[in-house]
């Protein structure tokens, strides 16, 4: 059969490359239990992108990192992770000493392969949220020249539209957000903030791909202050200066009446929600006006409605769910308000997925065929897996380590001189193409997991791989979970 080929390959790597490796070793610590913040959209909240980022370019584990935040619930050790995309990946691993709200700055790793936009899905506990990182051209990692567009004396910035509605006391999320428009000279980062004004700011960073005119979504923070009404907010970029407003309101007076929520559609783990997840609710409103209410992210999702009551007394709206429920399980969602409360969301398990990769537009996933953890030629130690989905497609790789362990951070790469080495290969059906990677198209396997008493290892993988043509196929969003034996 074809999954003996994995075995054939793992040996001719074993013979052509020397390994080396790093022990971690796990202190008395239990693990932390809590949930990364992310906003409506997914979005880790706050999230910061620090370091440039260059197609072809390692990364520096000191300079090249993203910050995120994580409500720590019950204290002890931590592994907050990414996974792989276009080469690269983000991890962090400590202590929560202490419950509450907790930045985290996860370590860059590997090197991008291609430019361009990188959507990362970071994971903590049973929770996950986004970030993206964009990768400029070799070469191009300096700071962009631009310059925001502006007329008048003085200066307002042209063309500059707001979204979303900024009550006075709520504080702002994903919706508030005021897009700007930008002429770039040079590619290159840029780091985009308006002064603070009346409890707001507005900020994006990121780098830009291409010169000429383009938009800039900057997005709100803070709570507004002060009288409702027209804010003029001053913001400096590039080369240039110039004002754009928003306009502030009073907001409702209201409580959320949590026994009342009836939850709607179904709940899957790894399925994203649809315009199906809702909850109807009744609001006890006290005085009437506009309103923006968002869930605290609670299990991949959150709920949120916004309007403008007219009236007072108790008033029905309905909460939209968005986000991916990421376990099984009833999730308590704590709805903001003058008297905070909950209400329950029951999420089924999902289909069983062992593994799945995405190649250009299509996404493969599957179960184990078989999973095998062997020490060859000692003190090498080789895990050979093989994986079939619903279609026939067969999926398998070897990770190949030379000190007799495979922990929790490694990175495994089909190239040959690499420490730790892999083998990577998929036969589609009915005698189609094959996939596979040579000395210039690399995949890299990161493991983010080792249950050694229940012989279970977790990773992700990217990279690139080719097709019978020789035609190179880019392999993004890859992960597996092992269960050996």
């Known amino acids: 059969m074809k999954k003996y080929l994995f075995y054939c390959l793992t040996l001719c790597t074993i013979i052509a490359v020397g390994c080396q490796k790093e022990f971690s070793f796990e202190g008395p610590n239990s693990p932390a239990e809590g949930s990364l913040q992310a906003d409506i959209t997914g979005d880790c909240l706050p999230k910061t992108v620090n370091g440039v980022y260059e197609a072809g370019k390692p990364l520096v584990a000191d300079s090249n990192t993203i910050s995120v935040s994580v409500n720590v619930v019950t204290a002890g050790t931590y592994i907050v992770t990414t996974d792989t995309v276009n080469g690269y990946f983000f991890r962090a691993t400590g202590i929560f000493t202490t419950p509450g709200v907790n930045t985290i700055k996860l370590r860059g790793n590997g090197t991008p392969f291609a430019t361009g936009t990188n959507n990362f899905v970071v ?33 307002n910035c042209s063309g500059a539209t707001s979204a979303g509605t900024y009550i006075i006391g709520t504080p702002l999320n994903a919706t508030n957000t005021v897009t700007l428009s930008v002429n770039v000279t040079t590619i290159g980062t840029y780091n985009v903030s308006s002064v603070a004004t009346s409890g707001m700011t507005f900020s994006v960073q990121g780098a830009f791909l291409a010169t000429g005119v383009q938009t800039l979504v900057l997005t709100g923070s803070g709570t507004p202050t002060g009288t409702p009404g027209a804010v003029t907010i001053p913001i400096t ?249």
């Not at 409580?255 to 179904?266: P, W, Y």
């Not at 029951?346 to 095998?372: M, P, R």
């Not at 993988?461 to 080719?466: E, I, L, R």
């Open 123 to 155: 994971t903590f506990d049973s929770t996950v949220c986004d970030v993206q990182v964009q990768v400029l051209p070799a070469g191009a990692g300096g700071p962009a020249a631009f310059s925001i567009q502006s007329a008048g004396t003085p200066a």
């Open 237 to 485: 970029a590039g080369s240039s200066t110039c004002n754009f407003g928003v306009t502030t309101v009073a907001g409702a007076v209201f409580s959320i009446d949590c026994a009342t929520a009836v939850v709607n559609g179904t709940y899957q783990a790894g399925t994203a929600l649809t315009a199906a997840n809702t909850v109807d609710i009744t609001v006890n409103v006290a005085t009437a006006g506009p309103y923006n209410i968002s869930t605290t992210a609670t299990n991949g999702m959150t709920f949120t409605a916004s309007g403008t009551f007219a009236g007072t007394g108790p008033i029905a709206i309905t909460l939209a769910g968005s986000g991916t429920p990421t376990a099984a399980g009833t999730s308590n969602i704590p709805v903001p308000g003058t008297t905070a409360c909950t209400f329950g969301v029951t999420v089924v398990a999902g289909a069983t997925v062992d593994w799945k990769f995405t190649e250009g537009s299509t996404t493969y996933q599957g179960t184990t065929l078989a999973a095998i953890l062997t020490s060859i030629l000692p003190p090498f130690l080789n895990l050979a897996y093989t994986g079939m989905d619903v279609p026939g497609n067969q999926f398998g790789f070897n990770l190949v380590d030379a000190s007799g362990t495979i922990s929790a951070s490694e990175t495994y790469s089909t190239v040959i001189s690499a420490n730790n080495s892999a083998v990577f290969t998929f036969f589609l059906t009915g005698g189609g193409d094959q996939l596979t990677t040579d000395a210039t198209r690399n995949l890299i396997f990161t493991v983010t997991g080792h249950d050694v008493p229940n012989k279970i290892i977790t990773g992700s993988f990217a990279g690139q791989a080719k097709n019978n043509a020789g035609t190179t196929k880019n392999i993004t969003n890859g992960t597996f979970t092992v269960n050996y034996q």
